[in-house]
């Protein structure tokens, strides 16, 4: 049941283009923690929806995130259903908040003990009317695990000077609105390359974004001119830092499987390449090796 609204809203989402040249993301204001510990995630609207007022904030919580508790706000009501005994989701709905404001929204939980020290994913769903946009802001439960295994595991594939290690993804939500695309990029010749465009049978736009602070606040933004890679350097797309972003994707990536990216290079060409599709939450390609569904 709950589901299903989810469905109807992004249905009405993958209509709309979200394609913005500055998209700031909704992240957590503070994105640490460890399996055991209690966190409080706090998220800040980065804006509306194409100009129109958010009504709705719904995060889908992820398993092995209990003992739920979400903040009350004036003029907005607070639903926490739950399934199999666990509160799935906090939805705050039939408030507003204006494009060009940064409310709050909070919750309290905690992470399991046996939590892998991976990235925790938190589906998020904004509303406005029939808008929906969908963000996907992460709690690292490991110190800088996002980057230490990076360079391990996965096939290199070669193209002209470049090497590309590493090209994972994450499953994604049923009703999840957009995807990540992660991949090691090594330029070994003496002349700088720049990653220019991607494209995927899986998202009418695949846009390269990164992270940054603006006003404080951590966002993501896209990188209108794409990214360069210097000569003679590895530059690493993966979890919290830069990355592919398959927007409006048309089929849920689904855990075992590959979603196809082809990667455009200023000198180097263009070139196919799948990226393995890891469990929800992963933050690194090492976990495929002992996982065979
Ligand atoms: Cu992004």
Redesign the pocket.
């Known amino acids: 049941m709950i589901r299903s609204v989810s469905r109807a809203a992004i249905a009405a989402a993958s209509i709309i283009a979200v394609a913005t040249p500055a998209l700031a ?1 909704m992240t957590f204001e503070d994105t640490q923690s460890t399996p055991g510990a209690s966190f409080r995630g706090v998220l800040v609207l980065p804006h509306g929806c194409d100009g129109a007022p958010t009504d709705t904030v719904r995060v889908n919580l992820p398993e092995g995130f209990g003992d739920v508790t979400a903040e009350d706000k004036d003029g907005w009501v607070l639903e926490m259903p739950s399934v199999d005994g666990q509160v799935a989701q906090t939805t705050w709905s039939g408030g507003s908040v204006p494009d060009d404001s940064h409310e709050q929204f909070a919750f309290t939980g905690t992470f399991a003990d046996d939590l892998p020290e991976t990235d925790i994913l938190f589906a998020v769903e904004q509303m406005c009317g029939d808008v929906a946009l969908g963000w996907e802001p992460v709690v690292s439960l490991g110190e800088n695990n996002t980057s230490d295994h990076a360079h391990h595991g996965g096939e290199a594939v070669t193209l002209g000077d470049l090497e590309l290690t590493s090209a994972f993804t994450r499953a994604t939500l049923p009703n999840a609105p957009v995807g990540g695309g992660y991949v090691a990029i090594t330029n070994t010749g003496d002349q700088a390359d720049r990653l220019v465009s991607a494209e995927s049978s899986f998202s009418p736009d695949v846009q390269i ?1 990164e992270m940054a602070v603006v006003d404080d606040v951590m966002k ?1 933004q896209q990188l209108p001119e794409g990214l360069e890679i210097p000569a003679g350097e590895t530059v690493t797309l993966a979890p919290g830092g830069l ?1 592919l ?1 398959f927007m409006n994707i048309s089929e849920p990536f689904v855990e075992g499987q590959t979603v196809p990216v082809t990667l455009t290079f200023e000198r180097a060409g263009a070139i196919e390449i799948e990226l393995a599709v890891q469990a929800f939450g992963a933050s690194t390609t090492s976990h495929s090796e002992h996982e065979g569904h």
């Open positions: 993301h974004h993501m990355h972003m």
